[in-house]
């Protein structure tokens, strides 16, 4: 069946991109241009009411969510080995970080790179820009949850190098994703010891490379 992601290059299409990557899958890309707001058009809004990406199409299926895209791509391609077996407990923890990652980590990300939209919302109630000090505030306060949560990973980080041990799963695709949007936080997470491991080791696998390659972006750490 064939599969269509719309990404914008380097957004949270990233992890599931990595992902049908790996599955050696035969995925088409298409492009939702951010620049021209393509996004928030009606013929996107019918796949993604959310308009955000990414969203993933096959056959009658259409899919939002990163995190739920990731899931179905480790499910529908098990020979790949995304995820670990049913009803083990590294598949408790592969959801466990999944989840985090997604609720936790992205949304104070985001938070911290789009203060104006978190603050907008906090304070004002005619339509009015936030204030720049309420801007600062929001960016200040995200940038320490976001800081702290890859704390929280580094140091539950078991035997490594991937975050349920030997095996790369789903989950490791997007710690990649976020930790290279967090490149610029005040204690970035890819100079942490574990993370950056992992980081190098996701960076090193061909399909990471075939990813990246196929969105246009050269994912570099440090800046
Ligand atoms: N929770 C969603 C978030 C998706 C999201 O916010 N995507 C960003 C790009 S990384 C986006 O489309 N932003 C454009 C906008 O908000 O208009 C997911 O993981 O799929």
Not at 21 to 38: H, K, N, T
Not at 191 to 209: F, H, K, L, N, Y
Request: charged share 20%; net charge neutral; with cysteine.
């Amino acid at each position: 069946m064939k599969i269509q992601l719309y990404y914008y290059p380097g957004n949270a299409n990233l992890a599931p991109h990595l992902l049908l990557q790996e599955a050696g899958c035969d995925v088409e890309l298409v492009l939702v241009d951010r620049d021209r707001r393509e996004q928030k058009s009606a013929n996107y809004l019918r796949l993604n009411p959310n308009g955000v990406i990414p969203t993933l199409v096959c056959g009658e299926l259409v899919l939002f969510e990163s995190a739920a895209i990731c899931l179905y791509i480790a499910d529908q391609y098990p020979s790949a080995r995304l995820i670990p077996p049913l009803g083990s407990s590294e598949r408790a923890h592969l959801y466990k970080w999944l989840f985090f990652l997604s609720n936790t980590v992205q949304p104070a990300y985001m938070a911290y790179r789009y203060p104006e939209k978190y603050a907008a919302n906090l304070t004002q109630s005619d339509g009015a820009q936030p204030t720049s000090g309420a801007v600062d505030e929001v960016r200040a306060a995200a940038a320490a949850r976001a800081m702290q949560a890859f704390e929280v990973i580094e140091n539950a980080w078991g035997s490594g190098p991937f975050m349920l041990g030997e095996a790369y799963s789903a989950c490791d695709a997007y710690l990649y994703m976020l930790t290279w949007w967090a490149r610029k936080l005040p204690r970035p997470p890819h100079r942490m010891e574990r993370i950056g491991a992992c980081i190098d080791a996701v960076g090193r696998r061909s399909a990471t490379q075939r990813a990246c390659a196929a969105e246009g972006i050269e994912v570099r750490f440090e800046i």
